[in-house]
């Protein structure tokens, strides 16, 4: 008969499967931890073209060009171009400022830094009259869409090596001269205002998360919601702060014994979104061309991040943790150490017919180990196998007594 899976073979086999679950997603936490990408806090949606330039044919195929709108969640718009030729932007399209190296559009973000250049020397930040003076464009007839889409044509140039084929008007000069003129410039501006990481983890006891803040504001408020006990600290020193500064790096500071929880901080602050900051749209699901910001604008910002810890294991592998030592047992042949516990006083009840039990035996007669299991199956086997020779041999007697008769 084939035996069915006791309970408890069910519970050990759920708590493999628990532990290869859980030992599984241990392994694949710190790969997924990888592919985070650093994002600085600004959102901000797309909502309308801010003005309309010329159209243009970039290798042969024509392409409208705009300045696009770009409203912050506080209500703050900023202005900023396409450096995706090859993804339409999408309505009311949500986008997160983000740095350079995370450029997600089709094709290669190939020279940031003459494209941080261009925006310094191109439209708006140049008037349509500064740029036809500084190059072989009609000073006369310059229109600001042709500035603005020679401008667009040149940063499309240097983000995916598109080329202008033609250009109405004054464009073709204008294009000519940024493109001759234009200069790397590597050093990226600094965000707005951003906190890295955004989440942690850890064990009570110990500074939860090292966040580092990114800003060009200082003394900003800090707004901290956590358990008693719980203060977020400078992590250089310890102390606990109350406002923060951009290059200051903080963390939790959880108490030993506290239970597990969690705690968080936010930030906000008027800050500048500098010219040339990437922002990149939010649902990788529906793509929508990547924007890079035409000028600094001061806007309101807001930032926040949060932590969370295990209850301390009693410093089971703390550093600096006294552990105790273990009470040593003694030998069977040693007298113990500690004081023999108190004989029990006798019952005030009368003793009572069958109460009388033999005495317990002595400590180094008892078993080392309960009878269980295998032992008691083999107690019960011997006796079967005693009853049956008994009774075989009383068979045996009365047989032979009957033959003699």
Same mark, same amino acid.
């Given at each position: 008969?084939?035996?069915?899976?006791?309970?408890?073979?069910?519970?050990?086999?759920?708590?493999?499967?628990?532990?290869?679950?859980?030992?599984?997603?241990?392994?694949?936490?710190?790969?997924?931890?990888?592919?985070?990408?650093?994002?600085?806090?600004?959102?901000?949606?797309?909502? +309308?073209?801010?003005?309309?330039? +010329?159209?243009?044919?970039?290798?042969?195929?024509?392409?409208?060009?705009?300045?696009?709108?770009?409203?912050?969640?506080?209500?703050?718009?900023?202005?900023?171009?396409?450096?995706?030729?090859?993804?339409?932007?999408?309505?009311?399209?949500?986008?997160? @400022?983000?740095?350079?190296?995370?450029?997600?559009?089709?094709? @290669?973000?190939?020279?940031?830094?003459?494209?941080?250049?261009?925006?310094?020397?191109?439209?708006?930040?140049?008037?349509?009259?500064?740029?036809?003076?500084?190059?072989?464009?009609?000073?006369?007839?310059?229109?600001?869409?042709?500035?603005?889409?020679?401008?667009?044509?040149?940063?499309?140039?240097?983000?995916?090596?598109?080329?202008?084929?033609?250009?109405?008007?004054?464009?073709?000069?204008?294009?000519?001269?940024?493109?001759?003129?234009?200069?790397?410039?590597?050093?990226?501006?600094?965000?707005?205002?951003?906190?890295?990481?955004?989440?942690?983890?850890?064990?009570?006891?110990?500074?939860?998360?090292?966040? @580092?803040?990114?800003?060009?504001?200082?003394?900003?408020?800090?707004?901290?919601?956590?358990?008693?006990?719980?203060?977020?600290?400078?992590?250089?020193?310890?102390?606990?702060?109350?406002?923060?500064?951009?290059?200051?790096?903080?963390?939790?500071?959880?108490?030993?014994?506290?239970?597990?929880?969690?705690? +968080?901080?936010?930030?906000?602050?008027?800050?500048?979104?500098?010219?040339?900051?990437?922002?990149? $749209?939010?649902?990788?699901?529906?793509?929508?061309?990547?924007?890079?910001?035409?000028?600094?604008?001061?806007?309101?910002?807001?930032?926040?991040?949060?932590?969370?810890?295990?209850?301390?294991?009693? $410093?089971?592998?703390?550093?600096?943790?006294?552990?105790?030592?273990?009470?040593?047992?003694? +030998?069977?042949?040693?007298?113990?150490? @500690?004081?023999?516990?108190?004989?029990?006083?006798?019952?005030?009840?009368?003793?009572?017919?069958?109460?009388?039990?033999?005495?317990?035996?002595?400590?180094?007669?008892?078993?080392?180990?309960?009878?269980?299991?295998?032992?008691?199956?083999?107690?019960?086997?011997?006796?079967?196998?005693?009853?049956?020779?008994?009774?075989?041999?009383?068979?045996?007697?009365?047989?032979?007594?009957?033959?003699?008769?």
């Amino acid at each position: 008969m084939k035996l069915s899976p006791s309970p408890r073979a069910f519970a050990r086999a759920g708590l493999a499967t628990s532990a290869a679950a859980l030992l599984a997603f241990g392994m694949a936490a710190p790969a997924a931890m990888a592919d985070e990408i650093y994002e600085g806090s600004v959102r901000a949606q797309y909502v +309308s073209n801010h003005q309309s330039g +010329s159209s243009v044919q970039m290798d042969g195929q024509s392409i409208s060009t705009s300045l696009f709108t770009l409203r912050l969640e506080g209500g703050d718009e900023l202005i900023a171009y396409c450096i995706d030729i090859k993804t339409s932007i999408r309505s009311q399209a949500w986008y997160r @400022e983000g740095s350079w190296n995370n450029y997600d559009g089709q094709g @290669e973000f190939a020279e940031p830094g003459k494209i941080h250049w261009l925006l310094q020397n191109g439209y708006p930040e140049k008037s349509a009259q500064e740029l036809a003076d500084a190059s072989d464009a009609n000073s006369a007839r310059v229109t600001e869409a042709e500035a603005l889409a020679a401008t667009q044509a040149a940063i499309w140039h240097f983000s995916n090596g598109a080329n202008l084929t033609r250009g109405p008007g004054n464009v073709q000069a204008i294009y000519d001269h940024l493109i001759e003129a234009a200069e790397d410039l590597p050093q990226e501006p600094a965000a707005a205002l951003s906190i890295d990481p955004s989440s942690a983890t850890g064990t009570a006891g110990e500074t939860v998360g090292e966040f @580092e803040i990114s800003t060009e504001a200082t003394e900003i408020p800090v707004d901290l919601t956590a358990p008693e006990g719980v203060e977020l600290v400078d992590v250089e020193t310890g102390e606990a702060v109350t406002t923060v500064s951009g290059g200051d790096t903080v963390g939790f500071s959880v108490p030993e014994g506290a239970e597990a929880g969690e705690a +968080s901080f936010s930030l906000e602050t008027g800050s500048t979104v500098r010219q040339g900051r990437l922002f990149k $749209g939010e649902d990788a699901d529906n793509p929508t061309q990547t924007l890079i910001t035409a000028k600094s604008d001061e806007v309101t910002v807001s930032a926040s991040a949060s932590a969370s810890w295990e209850a301390s294991t009693g $410093g089971d592998d703390g550093e600096g943790e006294e552990t105790p030592s273990p009470t040593p047992t003694p +030998s069977p042949s040693e007298e113990p150490t @500690e004081t023999p516990a108190p004989t029990p006083s006798p019952s005030e009840e009368p003793t009572k017919p069958g109460d009388d039990k033999p005495t317990p035996p002595a400590e180094d007669d008892k078993p080392t180990l309960p009878v269980t299991g295998g032992a008691l199956a083999g107690l019960v086997a011997a006796g079967v196998a005693a009853l049956a020779a008994g009774g075989g041999a009383l068979y045996l007697s009365r047989k032979r007594k009957a033959t003699e008769v």
